[in-house]
């Protein structure tokens, strides 16, 4: 397990053949839509066993804990990042009516101006990282993990959600005493917490999932409310997917929209694919790539996902330094999603991987020296992750 961990095709490879293993139990798949899934599962397989090959690792836990980010340069400029998406967070939920409050159908209706607010808001997840690795004060610290988790809740973004807990269990792996075993009470607790309020949250805003006509199997029939919405979050898209690839069905305009910023509507809701289920309208992030090249553009698609990972490990691996760790949380994150819907090849993504090589630049403009701390209370102010990593 500590292998794979450290495994950079892991994160994208292993969630895709669980969703396609998850789709096999959940569907009476129709005559040829094995096809899709065997596609998935062979190029999954074989990026794994080539990433096995190459030698590329994710560092090992023992130098994520050498590395101390609290009173660094990098320290300041990410708590003053935070700062300004914790404004923008509380801008949102200020000016705006509150989806869980007001009406939880209305999650996805951005009012004019919103959306500006929320490309910002949006990078919540970052909030419990720098919280545990930078903040000093404990109410700094937790203030920000509050937040973090808190604001997607509020604005019913199962998303955000998942990157935060995601984000959490990273850091509490990485972060760990190599000579304890891995946090398997605290990581299973946050799955818990994410599937809990994933599948509240999907009942809030999507109603009833009994109204989703597909060929479900007798597994998912038989299974309650809230594990019918996990099912169908991980399988859908691999379902979908081989859904395009038995209809032969092709259209580049969807893959276009999603290149190029402004050229059109991403959504795939209302549109004339020919879904099994409209409302159930994602396809992993492949499925443009198919909509638009067919297999060979889904194939090159996850290769170059693949590519990206490895671009963010190595980066990551040369210092261990903060902003590296954020591009690779963020890639892994959206990695782990590829068999639901597009999430890497999109502006936003794009402009996050940016911004943190563009504030990466400016920490290292700032004096080189920590931040020093009175010598009369050194110990007791150092920050409690710190203080605390051997229980970890």
């Given at each position: 397990?500590?292998?794979?961990?450290?495994?950079?095709?892991?994160?994208?490879?292993?969630?895709?053949?669980?969703?396609?293993?998850?789709?096999?139990?959940?569907?009476?798949?129709?005559?040829?839509?094995?096809?899709?899934?065997?596609?998935?599962?062979?190029?999954?397989?074989?990026?794994?066993?080539?990433?096995?090959?190459?030698?590329?690792?994710?560092?090992?836990?023992?130098?994520?804990?050498?590395?101390?980010?609290?009173?660094?340069?990098?320290?300041?400029?990410?708590?003053?990042?935070?700062?300004?998406?914790?404004?923008?967070?509380?801008?949102?939920?200020?000016?705006?009516?509150?989806?869980?409050?007001?009406?939880?159908?209305?999650?996805?209706?951005?009012?004019?101006?919103?959306?500006?607010?929320?490309?910002?808001?949006?990078?919540?997840?970052?909030?419990?990282?720098?919280?545990?690795?930078?903040?000093?004060?404990?109410?700094?610290?937790?203030?920000?993990?509050?937040?973090?988790l808190l604001f997607p809740v509020l604005v019913i973004d199962r998303n955000r959600i998942f990157a935060g807990l995601f984000s959490i269990a990273f850091v509490l792996t990485f972060r760990?005493?190599?000579?304890?075993?891995?946090?398997?009470?605290?990581?299973?607790?946050?799955?818990?917490?994410g599937c809990v309020v994933f599948s509240v949250l999907g009942t809030l805003r999507s109603g009833s999932i009994e109204q989703v006509r597909l060929p479900f199997g007798d597994l998912y029939?038989?299974?309650?409310?809230?594990?019918?919405?996990?099912?169908?979050?991980?399988?859908?898209?691999?379902?979908?997917?081989?859904?395009?690839?038995?209809?032969?069905?092709?259209?580049?305009?969807?893959?276009?929209?999603?290149?190029?910023?402004?050229?059109?509507?991403?959504?795939?809701?209302?549109?004339?694919?020919?879904?099994?289920?409209?409302?159930?309208?994602?396809?992993?992030?492949?499925?443009?790539?198919?909509?638009?090249?067919?297999?060979?553009?889904?194939?090159?698609?996850?290769?170059?996902?693949?590519?990206?990972?490895?671009?963010?490990?190595?980066?990551?691996?040369?210092?261990?330094?903060?902003?590296?760790?954020?591009?690779?949380?963020?890639?892994?994150?959206?990695?782990?999603?590829?068999?639901?819907?597009?999430?890497?090849?999109?502006?936003?993504?794009?402009?996050?991987?940016?911004?943190?090589?563009?504030?990466?630049?400016?920490?290292?403009?700032?004096?080189?020296?920590?931040?020093?701390?009175?010598?009369?209370?050194?110990?007791?102010?150092?920050?409690?992750?710190?203080?605390?990593?051997?229980?970890?």
């Open positions: 397990m500590k292998g794979l961990l450290r495994l950079p095709s892991s994160y994208l490879c292993l969630p895709m053949l669980l969703a396609c293993g998850v789709t096999l139990l959940t569907y009476d798949l129709p005559a040829g839509y094995g096809q899709g899934i065997l596609l998935l599962v062979l190029v999954a397989v074989g990026i794994m066993l080539a990433d096995m090959v190459s030698g590329t690792r994710l560092p090992p836990p023992e130098r994520f804990r050498a590395r101390h980010y609290a009173g660094t340069r990098e320290a300041f400029v990410a708590l003053a990042f935070a700062a300004v998406v914790v404004v923008f967070c509380v801008l949102d939920v200020a000016l705006y009516p509150v989806p869980l409050i007001s009406d939880p159908s209305s999650y996805a209706t951005l009012a004019p101006g919103r959306e500006h607010l929320r490309h910002i808001s949006d990078m919540c997840w970052i909030l419990p990282v720098i919280g545990l690795l930078c903040a000093r004060h404990p109410g700094l610290r937790y203030g920000l993990v509050v937040v973090g760990r005493d190599v000579a304890r075993p891995l946090p398997w009470k605290a990581i299973g607790l946050l799955a818990v917490l029939k038989a299974a309650p409310q809230g594990v019918k919405w996990l099912l169908l979050y991980v399988s859908a898209g691999p379902y979908n997917f081989a859904s395009m690839l038995a209809k032969h069905y092709a259209n580049p305009d969807f893959l276009f929209h999603q290149l190029v910023p402004g050229s059109g509507p991403l959504l795939t809701a209302d549109t004339d694919i020919p879904f099994d289920a409209g409302n159930i309208n994602v396809g992993t992030e492949y499925l443009p790539f198919l909509l638009a090249w067919g297999v060979g553009g889904a194939i090159a698609s996850m290769l170059a996902a693949y590519a990206l990972l490895l671009w963010c490990v190595r980066r990551l691996s040369a210092g261990v330094s903060l902003f590296g760790l954020l591009m690779f949380l963020r890639i892994a994150y959206v990695s782990v999603m590829a068999p639901f819907a597009p999430q890497i090849f999109i502006g936003m993504n794009g402009g996050f991987l940016v911004l943190c090589l563009l504030l990466q630049m400016l920490a290292g403009l700032l004096p080189n020296r920590r931040l020093a701390l009175p010598s009369r209370s050194t110990h007791r102010e150092l920050p409690a992750w710190q203080a605390t990593t051997k229980s970890i």
